[in-house]
T-cell receptor
Framework: GAGVSQSPRYKVTKRGQDVALRCDPISGHVSLYWYRQALGQGPEFLTYFNYEAQQDKSGLPNDRFSAERPEGSISTLTIQRTEQRDSAMYRC??????????FGPGTRLTVT | GDSVTQMEGPVTLSEEAFLTINCTYTATGYPSLFWYVQYPGEGLQLLLKATKADDKGSNKGFEATYRKETTSFHLEKGSVQVSDSAVYFCALSVVGFGNEKLTFGTGTRLTIIP
């Protein structure tokens, strides 16, 4: 079956622009996670959704970052007024409760 | 807070060599432990996991044992192959109200030469 998909796969944007990153989880998975991975580092947790409810946003670095999952399926991570330090791989994962997380291919964001 | 400390790479081995990648952790509560692998050009995949002390996870010839007394979860393989070349991440999660967010180590890049 289809895995987790993310779009776009690559995004180059100029400093100060807003970007929206999309995650389409595996059908039926109630849990959805966003992570950010800097070059040479492991992924770091950003936020967690249970169905449409954002239950943990403790990893979002500042108020320029936001995420939503309005119908409990597709999720969007939005970064406003991007900065060069936002350049990273953004990864989405989904799971059924109590099972492994399945990761998408990631979106590589470059802010110039 | 929770953290994972992982053996720094890169690691280069000859085919059929024995592999150990060290991983230690600190956690509040009782974590589950994981090894994830990222093959070149691909996304993160779960390699193996262990959910309680003394459990051994295994997959594709890789093994790791959950050692609570030493807070460790070292990855081992008896005879590596060129196809094992990848980046390996140790991770933990402490379940809280259904939130199983993962805390990752920095990753170890493994290269196997024929």
């Amino acid at each position: 079956g289809a895995g987790v998909s993310q779009s776009p796969r690559y995004k180059v944007t100029k400093r100060g622009q807003d970007v929206a990153l999309r995650c389409d989880p595996i059908s039926g998975h109630v849990s959805l996670y966003w992570y950010r991975q800097a070059l040479g580092q492991g992924p770091e947790f950003l936020t967690y959704f249970n169905y449409e409810a954002q239950q943990d946003k403790s990893g979002l670095p500042n108020d320029r970052f936001s995420a939503e999952r309005p119908e409990g399926s597709i999720s969007t991570l939005t970064i406003q007024r991007t900065e060069q330090r936002d350049s990273a791989m953004y990864r989405c994962a989904s799971s059924s409760q109590g099972t492994e997380q399945y990761f998408g291919p990631g979106t590589r964001l470059t802010v110039t | 807070g929770d953290s994972v400390t992982q053996m720094e790479g890169p690691v280069t081995l000859s085919e059929e060599a024995f592999l150990t990648i060290n991983c230690t952790y600190t956690a509040t509560g009782y974590p589950s432990l994981f090894w994830y692998v990222q093959y070149p050009g691909e996304g993160l995949q779960l390699l193996l996991k262990a959910t309680k002390a003394d459990d051994k996870g295994s997959n594709k010839g890789f093994e790791a044992t959950y050692r609570k007394e030493t807070t460790s979860f070292h990855l081992e393989k008896g005879s590596v192959q060129v196809s094992d070349s990848a980046v390996y991440f140790c991770a933990l999660s402490v379940v809280g109200f259904g939130n199983e967010k993962l805390t990752f180590g920095t990753g170890t890049r493994l290269t196997i030469i024929p």
